[in-house]
């Protein structure tokens, strides 16, 4: 089964196509029809894109999302194939209110079945969206509409987890925000999503597909058979060791370098900004000339976040940080990634004060050396709901591994690769502790947990010095070591997985499953499930 899996690998990546929307939140949407899914043509959309300079934004409960191939103009009029939602990449940006009742209805018009999966929301396990495990994936032509609570206020995405290696790079996702009932106000909020995209897949893809699909040597191989990166790209990358030298073009919104919009503030104002990596990259971002505070991971809030200045915030595949800042310095300030790679220089764009008439000096310094932000030590050290010292109902070790297996390289957990992994089997009401331990010598890898918070209890063996950290995405970098735990109080069948999802396709996945637990679905073996 993996090698059947793994045999798509070369042919979809070399088949990577890109898309953009001219995307920046907190702004005007009227002009777009959310629940219209009649077909548009191209043009129709480029136009619409063009009037814009900000995401397709929902502020009703119920909504249409359409699955749809659109092109799409990346950079410089690079046109390329998307797969999109609502004929963008990002999809529509969805904000609604904590304890809203949220109504989606997906529209598959894609040639291929999909799912969207609420990557951080603890959604019912019916509706996490992961094809085979919770539901059939939506078939082309098909609806499927899920519904939910908006529980836990926070900073989130939404992607296909059906064949998501090839999908989520197609362009299948958008944010998903959650606004807290006691949420402070701001007077800009704006969302960034980080992605990384090849210029060029078609001059690469025919010759190479073919090879892909008559030789065997080549099944299952992944990114790590293309061109070797240099150390300085390994660098940038957060020493992921498959190659993404391919990549060439970094985007927030879709957009790349001088097709980004500025980020509009005016003196004074307190502005937050919610990062959110739906690529495979990690990626160091710089807010230029203004002190900050990091108020949240993964959606959940910091407790009495420090200011600070000038450090680099890593962040991984899944991940999402929050930043806030006064507007107290006027001019044209960069906020930036750092790093070697061809498309660093396009992940950038401008923090940009209204009436400004002086002259702008901020330049860009994507190559300097900055500190980085340490998420273990930062914040308050105050007592969370979980310590290392108590009792746990269960206890689990997960080796994270990169091996071979004759000529295939494969991503393990304790040497077994999925569906072969032990799961981890709970019942309602345990408290559970995990140890996760990368023993990977060049790949990170950013571990993901559906339906679940977890709090990170230690680094390396030594407890963490600053505020309590939930997440639900833990990069683990070569040779680290960390002690997580959460609470099983949300009965189903979850996926633990890497979220470089060419980790997960070959092999470095689990699940968490309960004990009686029995979903409500049958598996359709027409459906063609692909649950990564």
């Avoid at 989520?168 to 969302?191: M, T």
């Avoid at 892909?212 to 390994?234: C, F, K, Q, T, V």
């Avoid at 089997?425 to 790949?443: A, F, Q, R």
Wanted: aromatic share 8%.
């Amino acid at each position: 089964m993996l090698k059947l899996v793994q045999s798509f690998i070369v042919v979809s990546l070399l088949l990577i196509l890109g898309a953009c929307s001219n995307s920046m939140s907190g702004m005007d949407h009227s002009n777009m029809d959310m629940g219209n899914d009649k077909e548009e043509s191209e043009s129709s959309i480029d136009t619409k894109i063009k009037s814009t300079s900000v995401t397709q934004k929902i502020e009703k409960s119920e909504f249409t999302l359409v699955a749809q191939e659109r092109s799409h103009t990346l950079t410089n009029n690079l046109n390329i194939n998307a797969w999109t939602f609502n004929g963008s990449v990002p999809g529509p940006e969805i904000r609604v209110q904590e304890g809203e009742e949220v109504k989606i209805n997906l529209k598959n018009k894609l040639k291929d079945p999909v799912t969207i999966h609420w990557h951080g929301v603890p959604v019912p396990n019916n509706m996490d969206g992961i094809p085979g495990v919770t539901m059939n994936a939506v078939q082309p032509g098909e609806t499927f509409t899920y519904e939910f609570q908006a529980t836990v206020p926070g900073t989130y995405w939404y992607h296909s987890h059906q064949d998501g290696v090839n999908q989520v790079d197609k362009g299948l996702y958008g944010s998903f925000i959650i606004e807290g009932k006691d949420q402070k106000d701001y007077d800009r909020d704006y969302v960034l999503v980080l992605d990384e995209w090849m210029s060029d897949p078609e001059s690469m893809n025919m010759e190479d597909e073919q090879m892909a699909m008559e030789s065997d040597d080549m099944e299952g191989m992944d990114h790590a058979g293309m061109d070797m990166e240099s150390e300085e790209s390994i660098s940038e990358t957060e020493n992921m060791g498959h190659d993404m030298s391919m990549y060439d073009i970094f985007t927030i919104n879709g957009k790349s370098g001088k097709d980004i919009p500025s980020l509009t503030v005016k003196e004074g104002e307190k502005v937050r900004i919610r990062l959110v990596n739906a690529g495979f990259m990690s990626h160091k971002i710089h807010l230029h000339g203004h002190d900050f505070k990091v108020i949240s991971s993964d959606g959940q809030e910091i407790t009495n976040p420090q200011v600070i200045k000038d450090e680099l915030i890593s962040i991984a595949p899944g991940e999402r940080y929050d930043i806030e800042f006064i507007a107290n310095n006027p001019g044209q300030w960069y906020l930036e990634c750092h790093g070697n790679m061809e498309g660093t220089e396009g992940m950038k764009t401008m923090i940009e004060y209204e009436d400004f008439e002086g002259e702008a000096n901020d330049k860009p310094n994507s190559q300097d050396t900055l500190p980085a932000f340490d998420l273990a030590t930062y914040g308050e050290n105050t007592v969370g709901e979980f310590t290392l010292d108590q009792a746990y109902d269960l206890s689990y070790t997960m080796a994270l591994n990169t091996q071979k297996d004759g000529n295939e390289e494969i991503y393990t957990i304790n040497d077994k690769v999925f569906p072969e992994t032990e799961s981890l089997k709970v019942k309602e009401g345990d408290l559970v502790k995990v140890k996760l331990v990368n023993n990977s010598t060049e790949d990170d890898h950013p571990m993901h947990l559906h339906g679940h918070f977890f709090q990170v209890l230690s680094k390396n063996g030594k407890p963490l010095k600053g505020s309590p950290i939930v997440k639900d995405t833990l990069n683990v970098k070569p040779g680290e070591e960390y002690i997580v735990a959460f609470k099983a109080d949300n009965p189903g069948e979850w996926m633990f997985h890497c979220h470089d999802l060419h980790h997960a396709t070959a092999g470095m996945v689990t699940n968490v499953m309960y004990e009686g637990f029995k979903p409500d679905f049958t598996p359709n073996p027409a459906a063609n499930n692909k649950p990564e």
